[in-house]
């Protein structure tokens, strides 16, 4: 199974003799060596500043990471990348000290499946005062097959490789799962997931993957998180340029997100039930492609007008929120990688939340605040809806260009589809670092996994 620690890191319960590491800013106190020794070093305890302090023998006294303007969780995501191998202790206060160890974990994340790495020795934490050993491992673990599911080339990651990981999850929890698969989504009523991946070679096939966990118990709420799997994007017919298509690998995070979220409700067994939907398709070129102008029917039974081949992802994403609406949800989360707009709007680092409830806005931004994952409430604004219509079907998968908005446009799409029983959000993640910073490697990142993960555990349990 993808998403496990990295062999570099370990977490433990006891080292009487480990190296402390320490959280300062400007104004901190050191003793007399620690002060020289960051002078020397020009060290002023900025947020994501590291220092190693040696002992009088040439050896790793102590660390000291800065904390200004309450930077700690960037510099404690830095240490485990810039530490030499060891055991280290964190000295903060305890509820500190436990969101650092997990800052900590999450930047000992390494891709290295493709390239080996230096030996090195590990770098070993112990576990601070009240962490929760196991949620913990489970939380890292759960971002880590997120960002290696997006960090793999498509070549590797293609629709069966997701499905795989699909049935691996469902089988460890003893979810049931389901698949449709090619032309069987035509039979089943999946018309614009079939359009979308009907061009991909046979072994590439499009599918609609469905995991159910703990369906029969009627009494508890129902969850359903969907996401985008499009293992790669070429944008169809309307191509994009080499530039454009260079990590249309990352076009199924979407997809990872929602199977590790999954993969974290049922390993804590949150008291709820769960369907996850993950809608997988290649978006290639070939005779058999969708085109500009074409007209699908979805699953909901309106039709869509193909302004753009480039904007495949709500197609795909509009059958599976119709599936998830006949389960008639409490909630339902959806996850996609899909608009540049929403880059040009917030950047890399700040996924845009969509949600026409006050409630679960006003929750999940909560949870992103409590536990370091930040989102960003944008508005479904309705005096854009018109952009969407078109003459000759119910409405257009690419808005109009008075709109502008185009992540506001697209989410006002899913808004469509999304189901009606319950609170509804779409997440436009990036899924991406695009710069290289220790504990940031350049690749897969996980947005708002743990925010939802958060919100889900504060509400239902």
Not at 10 to 38: C, N
Not at 291 to 301: A, Y
Not at 329 to 353: E, H, K, N, S, V
């Amino acid at each position: 199974m993808m998403g496990e620690f990295h062999s570099l890191l370990e977490l433990v319960t006891q080292g009487s003799a480990a190296i402390p590491i320490r959280f300062v800013d400007p104004d901190s106190v050191l003793d007399a060596a620690a002060r020289r020794w960051a002078d020397i070093n020009a060290f002023k305890g900025r947020s994501g500043d590291i220092l190693v302090v040696p002992t009088a023998a040439g050896c790793v006294g102590q660390v000291l990471a800065g904390a200004e303007k309450g930077g700690e969780l960037l510099s404690a995501r830095a240490l485990s990348a810039r530490l030499p191998g060891g055991l280290y202790r964190l000295e903060a206060e305890p509820e500190a000290a436990r969101r650092a160890a997990l800052a900590f974990l999450l930047g000992a994340y390494v891709f290295d499946r493709y390239k080996a790495r230096p030996d090195k020795t590990p770098v070993r934490l112990v576990a601070p005062e009240g962490l929760d050993l196991a949620e913990t491992t489970r939380i890292v673990a759960a971002c880590a097959l997120a960002r290696e599911m997006v960090d793999t080339p498509a070549a590797d990651m293609g629709p069966l490789q997701i499905e795989t990981i699909a049935r691996e999850i469902a089988e460890s929890a003893g979810a049931a799962i389901t698949v449709v698969e090619g032309d069987a989504l035509l039979e089943a009523n999946y018309p614009a997931v079939h359009a979308v991946g009907r061009a991909a070679a046979a072994h590439r096939a499009p599918r609609l993957i469905e995991i159910g966990w703990k369906l029969d118990q009627t009494d508890l709420p129902l969850v359903a998180l969907v996401g985008k799997g499009v293992v790669f994007d070429t944008g169809g017919l309307d191509l994009k340029p080499a530039a454009g298509m260079r990590n249309m690998k990352k076009d199924m995070g979407g997809s990872a997100h929602a199977l590790a979220l999954g993969r974290l409700v049922m390993q804590a067994d949150l008291p709820v039930r769960l369907v996850v939907i993950v809608a997988a398709v290649e978006n290639a070129v070939s005779a058999d492609a969708f085109r500009p102008g074409d007209i699908l029917n979805s699953r909901k039974g309106l039709t869509i007008e193909i302004g753009n081949t480039d904007a495949e992802g709500r197609l795909i994403l509009a059958d599976a929120l119709t599936r998830a609406g006949e389960h008639q949800p409490d909630l339902t989360l959806d996850f996609a990688t899909l608009t540049g707009a929403a880059r040009i709007a917030l950047g890399p680092d700040l996924p845009p939340l969509y949600t026409d409830d006050d409630a679960l806005a006003e929750g999940l931004l909560a949870a992103g605040t409590a536990v370091g994952d930040p989102l960003w409430r944008m508005p479904l604004w309705a005096g854009y809806r018109g952009a969407l219509d078109t003459e000759i079907a119910d409405l257009k998968n690419d808005s109009s260009a008075w709109a502008q908005a185009g992540s506001v446009t697209a989410a006002l799409f899913l808004q469509r589809f999304a189901p009606t029983t319950g609170a509804w959000a779409h997440m436009d993640i990036f899924a991406w670092n695009p710069r290289a910073r220790p504990g940031y490697p350049e690749g897969g990142e996980a947005q708002a996994l743990r925010a939802c993960f958060h919100y889900l555990k504060t509400r239902f349990c």
